[in-house]
């Protein structure tokens, strides 16, 4: 994906960010993250602000709108929208400008002192209403990732019954169903720790209304990767007040589900970190199905 630096950018779109922000100079540019064409601290007549912006009618410009949306749906926890605008250039762009939130990524290694950080965060995040935001069961009504898997590479699935898991897939509509407010891409980065101060969740391009245990699940998964045993993971989980209104069955069908996907998507459209993120997957897929 294109990346811009601030000089770069189309006039058109420098002149919009000059209106909400007036002269402005570059802190820097921030280099993680695949969703945008550009991602830059800002200096203006205020405080630093956040910029991103996406270039062209896509699935990332619509995660950017959600984003730009966040701070209505968890407000204090995740940071708020300065200004958000589309503006017409070569093609469309929509630039949004955040609060810009300092800190570092959680680390989620074992014996982390940053575990507790993250389960009490979780506990804040699950006080919060989905509300209008898409039920993440209609999000994932498809139910066949596993059958696609095999389809694209049969020794990926050698091991795994493919009727078994598919069926655990079925179930996952209606077994993630609730009204709380879900992330639904939480890892380390979207985490931002400041010494004493708040913790914030960023990247909000997914936003969805669910069951308030699955947050926990998906970082149970993260957890793994980051080099626990499914067994810790999921003792870490029970710290979160969220994860004990959570069923047995839920949480196999949404380990079976995320596996496939993942899965899925290391085989076809890697990205960096996917196989390390799929094999974890697979890892508590297995720990679900045969516990």
């Known amino acids: 994906m294109e990346r811009y630096a601030w000089d770069d950018l189309p006039s058109v779109v420098q002149t919009e960010v000059r209106k909400h922000l007036g002269p402005v100079t570059v802190v820097r540019e921030i280099e993680h993250g695949q969703n ?9 007549i205020g405080a630093d602000v956040f910029v991103k912006g996406v270039r062209g009618v896509s699935p990332r410009m619509r995660w950017l709108r959600n984003e730009s949306e966040a701070g209505g749906l968890a407000p204090g926890l995740a940071p708020a929208t300065v200004f958000s605008a589309d503006v017409d250039a070569d093609e ?70 493919i009727d078994e898991l598919t069926e655990w897939c079925r179930a996952v509509p209606e077994l993630v169903d609730g009204s709380a407010l879900l992330h639904t891409d939480l890892h380390e980065r979207q985490f931002m720790i400041d010494g004493d101060g708040p913790v914030r969740i960023v990247d909000w391009g997914r936003p969805a209304s669910g069951a308030a245990w699955v947050d926990t699940a998906f970082l149970v998964i993260r957890l793994v990767a980051a080099g626990h045993t499914p067994e810790a993971a999921e003792k870490w989980a029970s710290s979160v007040p969220s994860w004990f209104a959570r069923t047995d069955k839920g949480v196999t069908a949404f380990a079976c589900y995320v596996a496939g996907l993942w899965d899925y998507r290391a085989a076809t459209a ?22």
């Not at 945008?36 to 203006?44: D, E, I, Q, T």
């Open 36 to 44: 945008c064409n550009a991602a830059l601290v800002l200096r203006g």
């Open 92 to 161: 469309p762009w929509f630039v949004v400008g955040f609060e810009y939130v300092n800190g570092r990524p959680a680390d989620l290694s074992p014996d982390s002192d940053d575990l507790a950080t993250v389960s009490s965060t979780l506990a804040q995040l699950g006080a919060f209403s989905g509300g209008a935001a898409q039920p993440l069961g209609k999000r994932w009504a498809s139910a066949d990732w596993w059958t696609k898997l095999a389809e694209e590479d049969a020794t990926r699935v050698e091991g795994w019954d």
């Open 270 to 291: 890697p990205f960096p970190g996917a196989t390390r993120l799929s094999t974890a997957a697979r890892e508590y897929a297995r720990h679900r199905l045969e516990n």
